[in-house]
């Protein structure tokens, strides 16, 4: 009986769809992946786990961070946004990216990830277009990132001007 | 009587300074400036009136900005510092920068501008060290900002490191 109640919920799409948003939160979207069998969703709610996002970014290569200090920038960041992998107890996280800001003119993306597991198959255009467009609906003018040598093209093929104006980054660290 | 009252005032370096706090609110700082005769103060907490800051900004030929737009990027600032030209009843602003980001990994200075009649006699520099040390306070680890062709040699000479590992600067426009 239970086992039919289930088959039956995961059939209905407004019970599904309130599922996904228990899951994902106000504004969630799905993305296409070659895989049928993988479903793959961008949150803007979804609370993301510090270690598990530690574990992400260490799988690229980063160095990691006070726990602490990474929670408070998030708390302090205009959007964070996390890649999901789907599972309906307990989605993966698989990518994620933030921007900092005023929301009006000016908001620039940091920490921009897909967990290498997952590249190549486009879920870092879609988190890309999906931040771009957030940031669009609140209306900010203008979105900066700072790109590695290695992923310019990247951003290029989706439409950011590398350096307009002849313009160069500086960078002053504390340490 | 009253004359005499106001000299003695000024003479009084403790009435002076409740003066000085009252214009330029908590953490205000003197500028040193070669012309004994003008004093200029930092500030990060007396309100900058917008349409002042449009006419200053407009003096270096930057493109105005709408003024409820300019108010909101303000408010969702991390850090506003004024730079003004000392008058007992109401100091003129000489000088702006803000900067946007979470406090605690990054943050971005926009907006850096002196007044072309005060520019050349340390002005520039005193607001870009006075900007880096409340960044340092707060713990900031990064700070980047974005510099035109004709003042990178400014930042270079204050120790900002011009794209450090070859990262690129990315813009996306609104329009
Ligand atoms: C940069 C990064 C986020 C890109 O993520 P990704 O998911 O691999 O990106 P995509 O799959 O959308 O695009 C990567 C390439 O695969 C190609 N691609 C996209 N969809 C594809 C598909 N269905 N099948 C095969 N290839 C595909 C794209 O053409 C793209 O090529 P391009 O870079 O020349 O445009 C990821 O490589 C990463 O996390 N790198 C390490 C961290 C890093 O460097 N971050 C950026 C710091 S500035
Ligand atoms: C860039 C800008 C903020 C610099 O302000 P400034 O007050 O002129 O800067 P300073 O006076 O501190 O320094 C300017 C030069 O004068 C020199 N200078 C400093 N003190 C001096 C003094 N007492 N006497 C003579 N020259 C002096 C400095 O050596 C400096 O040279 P450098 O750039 O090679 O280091 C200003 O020119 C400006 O507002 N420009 C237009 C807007 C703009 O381009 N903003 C930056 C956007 S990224």
Redesign the interface.
């Known amino acids: 009986m239970r086992e039919t109640w289930h088959v039956n919920a995961a059939q209905d799409p407004v019970d599904e769809n309130d599922r996904l948003h228990r899951l994902y939160g106000v504004g969630f979207e799905e993305l296409q992946v070659p895989n049928p069998e993988r479903r793959l969703f961008l949150s803007l709610e979804r609370q993301v786990d510090l270690l598990e996002l530690e574990r992400l970014t260490t799988a690229v290569g980063w160095r990691p961070?006070p726990i602490r200090?990474?929670r408070?920038?998030?708390?302090?960041?205009l959007l964070v946004v996390g890649v999901w992998c789907h599972d309906p107890l307990l989605p993966r996280l698989v990518g994620f990216a933030r921007c900092?800001?005023?929301?009006?003119?000016?908001?620039?993306v940091?920490d921009v990830v897909i967990h290498p597991a997952y590249q190549g198959v486009g879920l870092g255009h879609g988190l890309m277009a999906f931040v771009?467009k957030q940031l669009?609906v609140m209306?900010?003018?203008?979105?900066?990132?700072?790109?590695?040598?290695g992923v310019?093209r990247f951003?290029?093929n989706q439409?950011?001007?590398?350096?307009?104006?002849?313009?160069?980054?500086?960078?002053?660290?504390?340490?």
Do not use: K, M
Request: hydrophobic share 40%; proline share 4%.
């Open positions: 961070r200090r990474v408070r920038a998030l708390c302090h960041s900092i800001g005023d929301g009006v003119i000016n908001a620039t940091w771009v669009q209306g900010v003018e203008q979105i900066t990132l700072f790109a590695d040598p310019i951003y290029q439409g950011w001007e590398v350096e307009p104006n002849n313009q160069r980054c500086c960078f002053w660290y504390a340490c």
